[in-house]
């Protein structure tokens, strides 16, 4: 399985702009790259997800570096509800998906 | 409500005993994945089945742990003879349509499994 690498722990300021990396340097060329996201006590819930193109939703931007080796996931504008784990998983054409540790975002107030 | 349900949300088992974590996909989703975090981890990949059948279950210990999912009702992961190691919350997620690898994943919100 290709693999993901994602810092440990990220602070961010309540309203300011929160950019999360993830490294996929084994990327294969059919891979999605899809990011989740868990609050303590609960599933990961689905944020965005994508294959070469920039994506944008209400949640979230994603956006995929020129050679599918990394990607960024840009929360617009931080709140204290978006303090999460937040994990970047490949999907592949067999449907696996490997979960790494994440990054525990927190925002203060 | 017409998400991933999964049931029981918390199962105390004694050494020995017998755990079985039940799963009902998204209506019409036809593919479930079962997950195991252990505390302050990530989720590791247990098993992936569609309808009957068992895609890939290269997560999942080879003795003691199985899972099914049959054309009618919900999935369920079975654990024999449950040992303290065992203590986990366990994920199911579901996808749609056979290019599940373009489909969000829909998760649960878990079995907390703990064994005394």
């Known amino acids: 399985d290709a693999k993901t690498t994602q810092p440990n722990s990220m602070e961010s300021n309540e309203e300011e702009p929160v950019h999360l990396p993830c490294n996929h340097s084994?990327?294969?060329?059919?891979?999605?790259i899809h990011w989740y996201r868990q609050l303590p006590s609960q599933g990961p819930e689905y944020v965005i997800h994508?294959?070469?193109s920039n994506v944008n939703n209400r949640m979230a931007s994603l956006a995929i570096a020129e050679d599918r080796k990394s990607s960024t996931l840009i929360l617009h504008r931080a709140t204290l509800r978006d303090a999460a784990v937040y994990y970047c998983i490949l999907r592949d054409v067999a449907g696996k998906s490997t979960f790494g540790d994440g990054t525990t975002l927190t925002v203060k107030p | 409500n017409a998400g991933v349900m999964q049931n029981p949300r918390h199962l105390v088992r004694r050494r020995g005993q017998e755990a079985r974590l039940r799963c009902s996909p998204v209506k019409g989703h036809s593919h479930v994945y079962w997950y195991r975090q252990l505390p302050e981890e990530g989720l590791k990949f247990m098993v992936y089945?569609?309808?009957?059948?068992?895609?890939?279950e290269s997560g999942m210990p080879k003795e003691r742990f199985s899972a099914e999912f049959p054309k009618e009702g919900p999935s369920i992961l079975r654990i024999q003879q449950v040992v303290r190691g065992d203590s986990a919350a366990y994920f199911c997620?579901?996808?749609?349509?056979?290019?599940?690898?373009?489909?969000?994943?829909?998760f649960g919100n878990g079995t907390r499994l703990t064994v005394t």
């Open positions: 994508g294959l070469t």
């Open positions: 084994t990327i294969s060329g059919t891979d999605y």
């Open positions: 997620a579901s996808s749609p349509n056979p290019s599940s690898y373009n489909s969000p994943l829909h």
């Open positions: 089945l569609q309808k009957e059948n068992i895609i890939d």
